[in-house]
DNA sequence: AACCAGGCGCATG
DNA sequence: CATGCGCATGGT
């Protein structure tokens, strides 16, 4: 490969890269990438044009190969950027690991899934609509909608027999088909919240700037959970994953209150003062143990 | 075959 | 403010 098409991003240290693989795989069918032995391909979108890119290890790299997408200094720069904010590259996690170590009930966390990163979502409209496909059914069944969501309404290319999707554009979304949402197994409800993310998204009304420009954590939440169909689940997530704030406890979330269970740290769903009490100790890392405990959930063979 | 899913909005008390 | 209900349907 050309070397003008290779960009080679620093490791840093507490990173796995096979860690983040496996969770991005686990055993769901995520139609936003495809994750091979030893690389992730994914086609993301710069200034109206289509990137694929390969991502492996390579020493203490990650190399990044853009196999479609002309390479310019800019589109580099914006693909490390991507890279890094996906993979949360430049977080230094230590503090984190050292809170693990202190608490007993998930100490092994810091072995077993050393080198996790919080892996994001850059599109805050994608965060979302995501979010709503998922509220109240299961994983399974959530990918299956989010593909046909995306198989319909957005932007591909095709690279050696396999396609690659990006999320649809909110203006796409804007305008889509309710009969086909229908379709797709969209509740009336999930469509009407989802057309109408988009549409915020589509006229302005809400970005992902936006939202960062704003001073706290509290006034970030209520800007989303105005929305309708964004509650205090959907919007921890969202900031979760696509703004990365370390903050965010989506709570009755059932993967974190299962989780929780599982390690005894609650007896059953109702003990939000246990909640508190624990999250206490997770100050400033509340993402971070949100995301390890919803790692725990699939145990890895 | 019943019960559960990475909830939310709205109506009540 | 807290609780309860309907939504909607696949997965286990």
New binding site residues.
């Given amino acids: 490969m050309n070397t003008d098409q290779i960009i080679l991003i620093p490791i840093p240290a507490l990173f796995s890269f096979e860690e983040c693989l496996w969770f991005l795989n686990r055993n769901y069918d995520d139609c936003l990438h495809i994750i091979h032995q030893d690389n992730i391909m994914k086609a993301i979108e710069f200034e109206g044009q289509i990137f694929l890119i390969r991502i492996q290890e390579n020493g203490s790299f990650l190399e990044v190969d853009i196999l479609i997408g002309e390479s310019s200094p800019e589109s580099k720069r914006f693909i490390t950027d991507y890279i890094t904010e996906w993979f949360d590259l430049d977080r230094n996690i230590q503090p984190f690991y050292d809170l693990l170590k202190k608490d007993g009930r998930l100490a092994y966390m810091a072995e077993e899934y050393k080198g996790l990163r919080l892996l994001g979502i850059a599109d805050l409209c994608e965060a979302i609509c995501w ?1 709503i496909i ?9 990918y ?1 909608v989010k593909r046909r969501l995306i198989e319909k309404y957005g932007k591909k290319v095709d690279y050696e027999g396999e396609t690659y999707y990006i999320f649809p554009e909110s203006e796409t979304l804007a305008n889509a088909d309710v009969e086909d949402l229908r379709a797709m ?1 969209f ?3 999930k469509i009407d919240y989802t057309i109408g993310t988009a549409k915020a998204f589509a006229n302005g009304t809400l970005s992902k700037e936006m939202i960062k420009a704003l001073p706290d954590f509290t006034s970030r939440k209520k800007a989303l ?1 105005n ?9 921890n997530y969202a900031l979760m994953k696509s703004l990365k704030e370390p903050q965010c406890i ?1 709570h ?5 209150l ?1 989780a929780l269970a599982n390690h005894d740290i609650i007896a059953d769903r109702s003990e939000q003062n246990k909640i508190n009490a624990f999250f206490e100790t997770f100050k400033g890392w509340e993402s971070y143990a ?1 995301f390890y405990l ?1 790692r725990s959930l699939t145990v890895r063979v």
């Fill in positions: 979010c998922g509220q109240q059914i299961n994983l399974t069944f959530a299956k197994q509740s009336q409800q959970t929305l309708k169909g964004i509650g205090e689940w959907t919007a989506p009755a979330d059932i993967g974190l299962n949100v919803w």
